[in-house]
């Protein structure tokens, strides 16, 4: 069964605090890890899809990267709107489907104080 | 463009009545998707619909049915609510090129059953 946990649940940072959020998975064929940022009573905003490990994947403050078993979003200087919650998905070959089914992680919540 | 639309933004039923959750996406994209979003859980597939005419169950489709209306509009059905199907109801849609599999979510439909 294909598993994705992301750590921390939940990160603090002042403005400016660089840190990395981790998604790490267990799948069987991985076909693309998305990343989502989800802002309160929104749904999730696409963000990144790498395919292949040593990607990377850069927009604004963020940056994606992949390995054989995780991926990372750095947070370069952060500023207060960067505060959501950052889910990570994987595409496998699971099932031997091509409708694009995804496996969320729970998320991180992350905080952003000025 | 407005993307993927949902309504209504909020419902409050009582067990055992039902309702119909709409979906609207004006991207021209083949694939829609139903997840509810529970916390802890993560997102959750429920149905999908992986082009015009065609509809599959997910990981969660007990208690739901669905129906793709056309192109653009993938319904989402309750027929007798029970306080477990409570949650954040999320429509998706996935764009029709093979290689893009990032989907788009709508605002989503905040549902508690009383």
């Known amino acids: 069964e294909d598993q994705v946990t992301q750590s921390p649940e939940a990160l603090r940072l002042q403005e400016g605090e660089s840190s990395s959020l981790n998604c790490s998975y267990t799948v069987s064929g991985l076909r693309g890890l998305f990343w989502y940022r989800q802002d309160p009573g929104k749904g999730p905003e696409f963000l990144f899809t790498l395919y292949s490990a040593g990607e990377e994947k850069e927009k604004e403050r963020l940056k994606a990267t992949l390995t054989k078993k995780e991926s990372f979003l750095h947070i370069t200087a952060p500023k207060p709107e960067d505060s959501a919650t950052y889910l990570c998905?994987?595409?496998?070959?699971?099932?031997?489907?091509?409708?694009?089914?995804?496996?969320f992680g729970q998320g991180t919540i992350l905080t952003v104080h000025p | 463009n407005a993307g993927v639309t949902q309504t209504p933004k909020f419902q409050v039923l009582k067990t055992g009545q039902s309702m119909t959750l709409q979906c609207a996406q004006d991207m021209n994209h083949n694939s829609m998707y139903w997840y509810r979003q529970d916390p802890g859980m993560g997102l959750r597939l429920i149905y999908y619909?992986?082009?015009?005419?065609?509809?599959d169950k997910g990981e969660v489709p007990n208690g739901y049915n669905v129906s793709r209306l056309n192109k653009r509009e993938f319904s989402l059905r309750l027929e007798s609510a029970a306080p477990s199907q409570t949650s954040v109801y999320f429509c998706?849609?996935?764009?029709?090129?093979?290689?893009?599999?990032?989907?788009?979510f709508g605002p989503g439909t905040r549902l508690t059953v009383t």
């Open positions: 998905a994987v595409r496998t070959n699971a099932g031997g489907t091509s409708y694009g089914k995804l496996t």
């Open positions: 619909s992986a082009s015009e005419g065609t509809t």
């Open positions: 998706a849609s996935r764009a029709i090129a093979k290689s893009s599999y990032e989907q788009y």
